[in-house]
């Protein structure tokens, strides 16, 4: 069963950078799936962010389009998510997931990203 | 962009009651592209139905999913402790590829 693990800064000041890395382990990321970001702000709902194949190929959530860059490492099995220009706003609970396609079957358990100065 | 409307907002049930969630598309969705999740404070969200019916691997056949037109309903047969949480719905479709419901707490009354 493949497993999903993130990492990255908790704090990031506003107008910079927030830069995460999900690491796939159990399996291939040059499988059939597509790897994903989705968000959670402080109580509220989910959000996705993006998706990447292992050939580089991706799609985003038009709303973030023009911040967001994911990126594919197959030499490490990994994945990451740029995020530029932050606020407040984009202060969330950040998983990566698998789809399968059109559903999440498996998600990392989420690492919380603080916009802060 | 396709939305996803749950409702209710809140749940509050007993063990052993049936619950009965709900999720609307304001466009058609194919039965294929709808997927309900739970969540519970702290962890990350679990795959429960895909396909709008199917059970995920591990799932309890407590728990089923149904659709009718635009109209999408996640039933738990008899409610355990460990089902009280968050449930959410989404969806695969137009830009945005991927969008969820605002989310129905099922509390424990």
């Keep these: 069963q493949v497993q999903l693990q993130e990492s990255g800064p908790g704090l990031v000041k506003p107008s910079g950078t927030l830069s995460l890395t999900c690491a796939v382990s159990g399996g291939s990321i040059s499988s059939t799936n597509w790897w994903s970001w989705v968000r959670q702000p402080p109580g509220t709902g989910l959000e996705w962010i993006g998706e990447i194949y292992h050939s580089g190929s991706t799609n985003y959530n038009p709303s973030l389009k023009s911040r967001v860059t994911i990126s594919v490492d197959k030499s490490k099995n990994q994945f990451s998510l740029k995020l530029n220009s932050v606020t407040a706003a984009d202060t969330a609970v950040y998983y990566c997931a698998t789809n399968v396609p059109y559903y999440m079957d498996v998600w990392g358990k989420g690492t919380t990203v603080t916009v802060s100065s | ?109």
Excluded: H, N
């Excluded at chain 2, 619950?19 to 609307?24: I, P």
């Excluded at chain 2, 598309?25 to 039965?31: G, I, L, N, Y």
């Excluded at chain 2, 728990?63 to 355990?80: K, M, N, P, V, Y």
């Design chain 2, 1 to 109: 962009e396709i939305v996803l409307t749950q409702s209710p907002g809140t749940l509050s049930l007993s063990p052993g009651e049936r619950a009965t969630l709900s999720c609307r598309a304001s466009q058609s969705v194919s039965s294929s592209y709808l997927a309900w999740y739970q969540q519970k404070p702290g962890q990350a969200p679990r795959l429960l139905i895909y396909g709008a019916s199917s059970r995920a691997t591990g799932i309890p056949d407590r728990f089923s999913g149904s659709a009718s037109g635009t109209d999408f309903t996640l039933t738990i047969s008899r409610l355990e402790p460990e089902d009280f949480a968050m449930y959410y719905c989404q969806q695969y479709g137009p830009s945005p590829l991927y969008t969820f419901g605002q989310g129905t707490k099922l509390e424990i009354k």
